[in-house]
């Protein structure tokens, strides 16, 4: 998991409630079948760890938050695989009893045609329709479904690597008729009805990005990153899982910036040689020769995963502590959604 | 930005990262000092500090800062820095890694040799006569940034770079030479070919080599090509 993995020691472990015994009794029996497949829809969950030494991106789910609400939701641990689509949703069809959640960008989901509520988990029986639309806002919803998919994972995740063509389901973009295998949900009424309406944000058309400088900003003039932390920059059509490009006014740099390669965080504002940012995201290059101005702080990846071409960005200077305490408020919320659920029906 | 001793200077990187850089120039000696880092904060499974990444002249280390203090981290890096010693190192891993420098395999090996005015059979054998450290792994998965190719075989890039160059190609890029690992668009000129499937997502160690390994460019003809298992990567060690 790309930030270590959630802490929450002392609680009870609800993937275990929900989630079959190492062998379901009927192997590749359970299915959600596919019907309409969306515009991006990836296999996601945390990412990968420990390959990007090999040169391998970690992936995973682009808005994390969002992502582990789903999970929760429906009693899955918070980063177990899910389903990430991009601008607008799936249909599929149900073969089993289920509890689903859908998160993150509002796509007006349906069952059976009856509008259902996002941030929140419903039970679906065999036939069952989930249906979802557009976005309303945002760029990204996430769809979990109890038990999670029985997909097997490579190098530790289920993340799909769509460069690479590997991890998720056969290592691709879900196609019309798929039939993602899911594992057993056992004790499904222990999760009960859940609601997370709380957590749902809104997905602005102008955001600010909090950001902690360097590693490279030294190589730019006080004239380029005064550029930086002032102009306004729009979300670029050219994006994707890789990194958000901007357009907008180009960052003067002392001497080019072109750097010997060294690693790219999440978050990575690089500045290649064209001027204009782009924030890397999950299936970033591990390593890279271009300077990095600044870095976006873990706690507003989200609004960049969420940010469709055209949205406004502005860049605004942190420290690490605000970062961190920042950081720390999310886990706490999640914490307190499990703990919370785990002593309610 | 914290400056440290010794040159060595601490990059923020966000919340979770750092990087530390150890110079601006590339050596072997810098270079053993940032996979000495890398390596030894692997083996010493410190908690909250959860990937290492070594490139040419820094490491960047990925770490949960609700798991563990940023002075903390910067406490463990110092000490391992700080245990380092010069010739430490082990023995020499050399990847063997056959290669047909012939037909298909060749497509920009005439332009090479006009580039550089030296026949075939030569460019063959100066590029197969060295072993090449890898500084660092990035870019694709498991693409190697090999150091030291011999300057009389340097060419520059292709014009516009093909959009497909198939896995196991193995090229030159200006002073670099290398090996594409999976099917990929690419400007570097292709020289020959691996039948070794260097990359295999599937496999147990997707990518068998790491910063710090050799690798051993062994001419081969086309008929060898077609007869070698392409799982069969061989390794030897030396002093």
């Known amino acids: ?345 | 930005m914290t400056e440290k001793t010794n040159g060595v200077r601490f990059l923020p990187c966000g919340d979770s990262a750092l990087t530390v850089e150890f110079s601006k120039e590339i050596s072997e000696e810098t270079n053993r000092r940032v996979r000495y880092l890398a390596a030894e904060l692997e083996r010493r499974k410190i908690r909250g500090i959860t990937e290492c990444v070594p490139a040419f002249c820094g490491v960047t280390v990925y770490f949960n800062p609700l798991v563990i203090k940023m002075r903390k981290v910067e406490k463990k890096i110092s000490d391992v820095i700080n245990s380092y010693k010069e010739g430490s190192e082990g023995k020499k891993r050399v990847f063997l890694i056959p290669v047909c420098y012939d037909g298909i395999y060749a497509p920009d090996m005439d332009s090479v040799c006009a580039i550089t005015g030296l026949s075939k059979s030569r460019v063959t054998e100066i590029h197969s006569s060295r072993d090449y450290l890898i500084y660092m792994l990035g870019f694709l998965p498991g693409f190697a940034y090999l150091g030291g190719m011999d300057e009389r075989i340097e060419a520059c890039r292709l014009e516009s770079p093909r959009t497909l160059i198939p896995a196991g190609s193995v090229g030159i890029g200006g002073k670099q030479t290398g090996i594409y690992p999976l099917a990929s668009p690419g400007g570097w000129r292709l020289i020959g070919r691996t039948p070794l499937k260097i990359y295999d997502a599937s496999r147990n160690e997707p990518i068998p080599y790491k910063a710090g390994d050799y690798i051993r460019f062994c001419p081969i003809s086309e008929e060898e090509f077609e007869k070698i298992d392409p799982e069969d990567i061989k390794c030897v060690t030396e002093e």
């Open chain 1, 1 to 345: 998991m790309r930030d270590g993995g959630m802490t929450v020691p002392n609680l009870p472990n609800l993937s275990n409630l929900s989630k079959s015994p190492e062998k379901p009794e009927k192997p590749g029996k359970l299915k959600m079948k596919i019907t309409a497949p969306g515009a991006l829809t990836t296999v996601q969950d945390a990412g990968r760890t420990g390959y990007m030494s090999k040169g391998i991106s970690p992936g995973g789910a682009m808005d994390v938050f969002s992502m582990k609400i789903a999970n929760i939701l429906v009693g899955n641990s918070p980063c177990d695989g899910v389903l990430e689509m991009t601008l607008t949703g799936v249909t599929a069809e149900f073969s089993s009893t289920e509890v689903i959640a859908v998160t993150g960008a509002d796509m007006q989901p349906e069952i059976n045609g009856k509008k259902i509520k996002m941030y929140a988990s419903y039970e679906v029986s065999p036939g069952d329709v989930l249906k979802l639309g557009a976005a309303q806002s945002g760029m990204r919803a996430y769809l979990a479904v109890s038990g999670g998919f029985d997909i097997p994972p490579v190098m530790g995740s289920m993340s799909t690597n769509l460069k690479c063509a590997f991890g998720g389901y056969n290592g691709r973009a879900l196609k019309r008729g798929d039939e993602i295998p899911l594992r057993q949900s056992v004790g499904l009424t222990l999760v009960g009805k859940r609601h997370a309406e709380g957590e749902a944000r809104s997905y602005d058309d102008s955001i600010t990005l909090r950001v902690i400088p360097g590693p490279q900003d030294d190589l730019f003039t006080e004239k380029g990153l005064s550029t930086f932390f002032s102009s306004e920059y729009t979300v670029s059509s050219k994006s994707d899982r890789m990194g958000v490009r901007l357009d907008g006014e180009k960052a003067e740099s002392k001497n080019g910036v072109d750097i010997i390669s060294d690693g790219i965080a999440l978050g990575s504002v690089q500045i290649p040689s064209a001027g204009t940012p782009i924030i890397m995201t999950a299936d970033r290059q591990t390593t890279g020769g271009y300077a990095k101005i600044a870095t976006v702080i873990g706690a507003d990846m989200y609004k960049i995963a969420q940010a469709r071409p055209g949205t406004r960005v502005r860049f605004e200077k942190t420290d690490f502590k605000t970062a961190v305490k920042l950081k720390r408020k999310e886990e706490r919320r999640l914490k307190l959604l499990i703990y919370n659920f785990s002593f309610s029906k």
